[in-house]
């Protein structure tokens, strides 16, 4: 039996072909002789002529034998022929099985080359056809850098908006950021109020009391600048092809500094975006400065005067309202106590003298360092104890270093250290520290700046220190999560007499005055009734259980009053006997409307000869207008024999 597939010769019976794998069936074998005399079909339905046949045939005979004779050996010689091809292409196949399908691996590596060749096909087409447009495929966003000039144009642009959104009362853009009619006309007014150069380059010009400028240069402007053509309001008319504009004067409560773009994205080929930061100023109370966080998109427009880019959005212009930052106010004082107590510029300091001075001033002065870190004071009360560890650790999240110079430690073993708390010198005292300014600079960066009063004791002077430092963020550091960077600017100011506050009495506003708590004693009148009854032998006592820190007073009004600063006579004055028995407040935190200062008051030595004399007047440095004041009393000292504290008189007054 052979394999009807391949061809092979196999044994009987069996059903799958050994060399192929093809099912088989059975295929009878018979003599050729006899299988040649049997009739068979054409294809065409014609029949064949057997060897019996011949017998008849008569004149054709001989070609009808000629031609039978051809087919003896032409049907052989097929058969064999396709025996052969048969053959080959089983052992080709055989050949592939046996090799673990080398044949597959050959034609997958021939897919895989056609493959790789239509894709080089693919690129190779693309690089031909972006060099024949001259343009390359981007992808979006991605950040770029602007030419200086451009840049110049667009912070020229950015700058009209600060005087649009800081108009009026200010804070335009915190709400609704359209850019439409009533936008567009706002930025024309203040456009040609602020001079700007859109008519041929030049500004408009005032005729009488009206600007009049010709209408094509008002829509060219508006529609590269807004991509608005046409505005109409009360103060704009139209006639004859001119614009006739009312002339008015825009007003402000703010000024701004120049913006501060921090980042630009292009997020198409058309598109860019604009960000970064600007500080507000107000021009009427000195109340804190804050800062706007801004995002526009621009689109490209060669015809724009704003380095070639149109106003398309507004999408962020968000006021970072001032947050009180008290922690960073306390930082500031310590960097200002080794300023002055060591009466020696703190910028000269290296970084080793500055780490030792802050942790000894943080010893004496910052209660928050102690927490969980003092092991014990010495036996003599005039010493701490620490762990080494945890001193580098408060160095290294407040200064961002561990580098400490200090002349009075001991190395006491396992690890821990001894401080000797010592003298400083009291030559000079911190009278106020504010912080004035905190602008972004980067993601993770602030520069913040203000003013710091010191004062020498002994001569009755004061001088002002403009400061200015960079912190960064850290979530470790107890410093309102900030390590202080960089000392950028520490600048004393001359030395001037301090205001005699024995000089006449100023008179207290009319504001109503509440209190956190207060001390209920029989037969006594502890309440806030005292702090402005020009009366040294009342005041006010606190009502809760230690020395009074966190306490305060709340001073309110139905209307705002012009204040020029704080009056306070700490103590209970009714003698001196008895000022001594009670405490007195060694530190205020004033908070008015925006602004907040820090006050230190334990270098207070009253005149008991003639009380009203002590009092202190801490100057605001102008007059604001406030409806309400917050006192806080920051730190404190008992008596010695009664924790209360006592503040004999206290009120706001005015020029």
């Not at 915190?174 to 859109?198: C, K, M, T, W």
């Not at 807004?226 to 001119?242: A, F, K, N, Y």
């Not at 912080?435 to 980067?442: A, L």
Request: negative net charge.
């Amino acid at each position: 039996m052979f394999c009807r597939k391949c061809g092979k010769e196999i044994k009987e019976g069996v059903k799958f072909c050994p060399y192929c794998g093809a099912e088989t069936t059975k295929i009878k074998t018979e003599p050729r002789q006899e299988k040649t005399i049997k009739m068979k079909e054409k294809k065409g339905g014609e029949k064949e002529e057997s060897k019996e046949d011949t017998q008849f045939c008569g004149e054709n005979c001989e070609k009808i034998e000629k031609k039978k004779n051809i087919r003896r050996w032409i049907m052989p010689a097929v058969a064999a022929a396709g025996v052969i091809v048969l053959a080959g292409a089983f052992a080709m196949y055989k050949t592939g099985t046996n090799s673990n399908g080398t044949a597959k691996i050959i034609h997958k590596k021939g897919e895989e080359k056609k493959s790789l060749e239509k894709t080089q096909k693919k690129k190779t087409d693309q690089e031909k056809a972006e060099k024949m447009s001259g343009e390359k495929a981007e992808t979006y966003p991605k950040d770029i850098t602007l030419d200086n000039e451009v840049q110049g144009k667009i912070i020229d642009l950015l700058n009209l908006l600060c005087i649009l959104d800081a108009s009026g009362s200010g804070d335009h853009f915190s709400g609704d950021r359209e850019i439409n009619n009533e936008f567009a006309v706002s930025f024309l007014i203040r456009s040609v109020y602020h001079q700007v150069p859109f008519v041929d380059g030049h500004p408009a010009e005032l005729e009488e009391i009206s600007w009049v400028i010709p209408e094509e240069s008002v829509k060219s402007y508006l529609k590269n600048s807004l991509d608005i053509e046409e505005v109409s309001d009360e103060l704009i008319t139209v006639s004859d092809g001119m614009y006739k504009i009312q002339a008015t004067t825009p007003t402000s409560c703010y000024t701004t500094d120049t913006p501060q773009i921090e980042k630009v994205v292009q997020i198409s080929k058309e598109d860019i975006q604009v960000s970064g930061t600007i500080n507000y100023t107000s021009n009427l109370d000195n109340s804190r400065a804050y800062t706007v966080a801004f995002e526009v998109t621009l689109t490209a427009n060669t015809e724009s005067m704003w380095g070639g880019y149109t106003l398309k959005q507004i999408n962020r212009w968000e006021n970072k309202k001032w947050e009180e930052k008290e922690e960073l106010e306390q930082l500031v004082k310590l960097l200002a106590l080794i300023d002055f107590k060591n009466a020696k510029d703190i910028t000269t300091l290296s970084k080793g003298e500055l780490g030792g001075q802050f942790l000894y001033y943080s010893l004496r002065y910052n209660d928050e360092f102690l927490k969980g870190r003092l092991i014990n004071k010495g036996s003599d009360l005039s010493a701490w104890i620490l762990r080494r560890k945890e001193i580098e650790e408060y160095l290294q999240n407040s200064l961002g270093t561990v580098e400490c110079e200090i002349p009075n430690l001991e190395e006491m073993g396992n690890e821990t250290v001894k401080i000797y708390m010592g003298d400083p010198p009291y030559v000079r005292q911190v009278k106020e520290v504010s912080i004035d300014h905190m602008t972004s600079i980067s993601e993770t960066e602030e520069q913040i700046s203000g003013r710091i009063i010191y004062k020498i004791l002994d001569q009755n002077k004061e001088a002002t220190v403009q400061y200015t430092i960079t912190i960064t963020s850290n979530s470790e550091s107890i410093w309102d999560s900030y390590t202080l960077k960089s000392i950028d600017e520490w600048t004393v100011g001359e030395w001037e007499t301090a205001q005699d506050t024995s000089e006449g009495q100023k008179n207290p506003l009319n504001f109503q005055v509440s209190a956190s708590s207060v001390l209920q004693e029989e037969g006594y009148d502890h309440s806030t009734t005292a702090l402005s009854d020009m009366d040294p032998s009342t005041c006010w006592i606190e009502g809760v259980e230690g020395t009074g820190v966190g306490e305060d007073l709340l001073f309110t009004s139905g209307e705002k009053q012009s204040a020029r600063g704080l009056a306070i006579l700490p103590g209970y004055l009714s003698s001196e006997d008895i000022y001594n028995k009670n405490g007195i407040p060694l530190e205020i935190k004033i908070q008015a409307g925006d602004r907040v200062w820090t006050r230190r008051l334990e270098e207070y030595h009253p005149d008991f000869a003639a009380p009203m004399n002590s009092i202190i007047y801490i100057d605001f440095g102008q007059s604001i207008s406030v409806d309400w004041c917050r006192v806080t009393i920051t730190d404190s000292r008992s008596g010695t024999k009664y924790d209360d504290i006592c503040i004999a008189e206290m009120f706001l007054y005015g020029e």
